[in-house]
């Protein structure tokens, strides 16, 4: 019982191409969150949604496009892949209501940029 | 802004020893703070956090840690450390921004265990 779920564990492309990483949560959470985690360990988030509205975008370049059909998923879409997007992309999700912000957070997504 | 200070990047203890460590943040109203722990290879596990109330929290595999508002600090400590917590330790405060909910964390610890 997966609670929240990215796909693929890791991704290997190449500069210039465009990639998708998908992510689900069954928690019936009503907020999801990508952040990215560089090689230094540091966590940073990108994006929040709540009820697939847009809350949070922390001046991340265009490039990065988040997509959130409902509100169990919020998958990201990177275009035009560069050698610094290489890191770590981590999903989460937490319940607004609860007022505490606990993240649960999925395993992680290892994109490396060649 | 908030903003969360580990300012331990390594801490190496023996097994069986205690452990503490030090997490101080900045936050204009009462915070919520957290611990999270990341094993390698894997997501974020929440050990604890605190919201309100008693200062000294309880978490899972025998964390505490305790609020003081005085010192903004908010400390993670086990009282004997196995093996298996060599992992990496990140603090984080909760707060509002632009109408949405945010952790802020600090560049965590890394805890190795030794034998």
Request: include cysteine; hydrophobic fraction near 35%.
């Amino acid at each position: 019982d997966t609670a929240v779920s990215q796909t693929p564990k890791y991704l290997v492309t190449q500069m210039g191409n465009d990639k998708s990483i998908k992510c689900e949560q069954n928690l019936g959470h009503d907020t999801m969150y990508w952040y990215k985690q560089d090689s230094k360990k540091f966590l940073k988030i990108m994006f929040s949604y709540n009820n697939k509205e847009l809350i949070i975008n922390e001046t991340v370049p265009n490039r990065f496009s988040p997509k959130s059909p409902d509100k169990a998923h919020l998958n990201l879409h990177i275009n035009s892949l560069e050698l610094g997007d290489s890191a770590v992309y981590f999903c989460a999700s937490s319940s607004r209501q609860a007022l505490i912000l606990a993240l649960h957070f999925g395993n992680g997504t290892r994109l490396t940029v060649t | 802004a908030q903003s969360v200070t580990q300012p331990d990047i390594h801490i190496t203890v023996s097994e069986g020893a205690s452990l503490e460590l030090r997490c101080n943040y900045s936050y204009g109203a009462t915070p919520y703070l957290f611990w999270y722990v990341q094993s390698p290879g894997q997501g974020l596990q929440l050990l604890l956090k605190y919201f309100s109330g008693d200062t000294l929290v309880q978490g899972i595999k025998g964390f505490e840690a305790e609020f003081k508002r005085s010192q903004s600090s908010f400390n993670l400590r086990k009282p004997s450390v196995h093996w298996s917590d060599a992992a990496e330790y990140f603090c984080a405060v909760g707060g509002f921004t632009g109408g949405g909910n945010k952790l802020t964390f600090g560049t965590g610890t890394q805890l190795k265990v030794e034998l």
